[in-house]
């Protein structure tokens, strides 16, 4: 019902930066209000974790592990978030997930939690 498309992933060396950008839509009828967003991880043998959410509100949240190094935006008119990534370390290395709360209307209001498809961030050292 609530699709979202993530790109700009891929394989980079230490110090290097990548953009990641996750769009929104509906399967069927429109998005109507878009809540919090955010970005996950998951490296090899560990259970996802949070890296950085912003609220409706432009709130932003980090992971300790990348404060000063990812900054996370968003655009609702767009409907797309946003993980910008610089001074990558090997540790970065992970699928990377977007996560947002959604309202869709189609004849009612009906609220999703959606994950996105997951891109691979490789770091080498």
Same mark, same amino acid.
């Given at each position: 019902?609530?699709?979202? +498309?993530?790109?700009?992933?891929?394989?980079?060396? &230490?110090?290097?930066? %990548?953009?990641l950008s996750c769009t929104v839509s509906a399967?069927? *009828?429109?998005?109507?209000?878009?809540?919090?967003?955010?970005?996950?991880?998951?490296?090899?043998?560990?259970?996802?974790?949070v890296v950085a959410t912003i609220t409706r *509100?432009?709130?932003?949240?980090?992971?300790? &592990?990348?404060?000063?190094?990812?900054?996370?935006?968003?655009?609702?008119?767009?409907?797309?978030?946003?993980?910008?990534?610089?001074? %990558?370390?090997?540790?970065?290395? &992970?699928?990377?997930?977007?996560?947002?709360? +959604?309202? +869709? %209307?189609?004849?009612?209001? %009906?609220?999703?939690? &959606?994950?996105?498809?997951?891109?691979?961030?490789?770091?080498?050292?």
């Open positions: 019902q609530v699709q979202l +498309v993530e790109t700009g992933g891929g394989l980079v060396q &230490a110090g290097g930066s %990548l953009r399967a069927s *009828g429109r998005i109507f209000r878009i809540d919090d967003m955010g970005w996950y991880r998951q490296a090899p043998g560990q259970q996802r974790v *509100g432009g709130t932003t949240f980090y992971k300790d &592990a990348v404060k000063g190094r990812f900054t996370i935006s968003r655009d609702d008119g767009e409907k797309t978030v946003w993980l910008q990534m610089n001074s %990558l370390k090997p540790e970065d290395t &992970a699928v990377y997930y977007c996560n947002t709360q +959604v309202e +869709v %209307l189609t004849n009612q209001y %009906l609220p999703y939690n &959606a994950w996105g498809q997951g891109t691979q961030v490789t770091v080498s050292s």
